[in-house]
């Protein structure tokens, strides 16, 4: 078969997450039980992100972030670590409440700041421009790429990156489907740190929060969604 995507959403006006990171069954599938592996023999993700309302996944709703103490955080899992993985998908939903009131404010990413651990981001800067960051050995960004136009307050955008394979143009960044970077791909660098959605999930500890809404992040590893 082609594999069944991630799908993570959230429900909107919710205050407290409930289960934010569920488990789920689709299809006869049980995790732990069955070995799904989607058309590149790769073991599927199989996590679903909510914040309480329906207990079925869904592809409506959100979480918003007010830049201060607000996040979701899931623990470190070898589901989410790219690594040497050459064909895998992140893509999520995106609005910017306000402009950032610094740079760099953390999206959704996954690393740590000590012993230069980081791995890979989405950030907003000032300049309401958003770039991936990406590091192959924890320490420098040797993947620093912009989607180039500056992201319109209170409006949503789609945001992509694809690495599909190897060698050049192979890793990809798509703003409401239109292409707008593409370079040779990198293995990413392996932290043993947690994901954190709306600011950097630092070994526990919250930093960089961004002030912006979050709908519909997909991790897909294993698949490149789109070519």
Not at 18 to 40: A, H, K, V
Not at 69 to 82: F, Q
Not at 128 to 156: C, H, M, Q, R, Y
Request: contains cysteine; proline residues 2%.
């Amino acid at each position: 078969g082609n594999g069944r995507r991630l799908l993570l959403p959230a429900v909107s006006g919710q205050s407290t997450p409930i289960d934010e990171l569920t488990r789920f069954n689709e299809e006869g599938f049980t995790i732990d039980t069955d070995n799904f592996q989607n058309e590149n023999a790769k073991d599927y993700v199989a996590w679903c992100w909510k914040a309480g309302g329906r207990n079925e996944t869904t592809d409506w709703g959100s979480v918003k972030f007010d830049g201060s103490g607000d996040a979701l955080t899931i623990a470190d899992h070898a589901d989410l670590e790219m690594a040497s993985e050459t064909n895998w998908t992140i893509e999520f939903w995106v609005k910017l409440n306000a402009t950032p009131s610094g740079d760099w404010r953390v999206i959704v990413g996954k690393g740590l700041s000590s012993g230069n651990n980081y791995e890979w981001f989405f950030e907003c800067f000032t300049d309401n421009t958003l770039k991936f960051l990406a590091s192959d050995d924890g320490t420098a960004w040797p993947i620093n790429e912009s989607f180039t136009d500056a992201l319109t307050v209170g409006t949503w955008y789609h945001v992509a990156v694809v690495r599909n394979g190897t060698g050049a143009d192979t890793l990809k960044g798509y703003l409401n489907g239109v292409q707008k970077w593409s370079i040779t791909s990198l293995n990413l660098h392996t932290s043993g740190g947690g994901l954190g959605i709306g600011a950097h999930n630092d070994g526990g500890s919250l930093a960089l929060e961004s002030n912006t809404t979050v709908s519909n992040l997909r991790i897909v590893k294993g698949t490149s969604v789109y070519t």
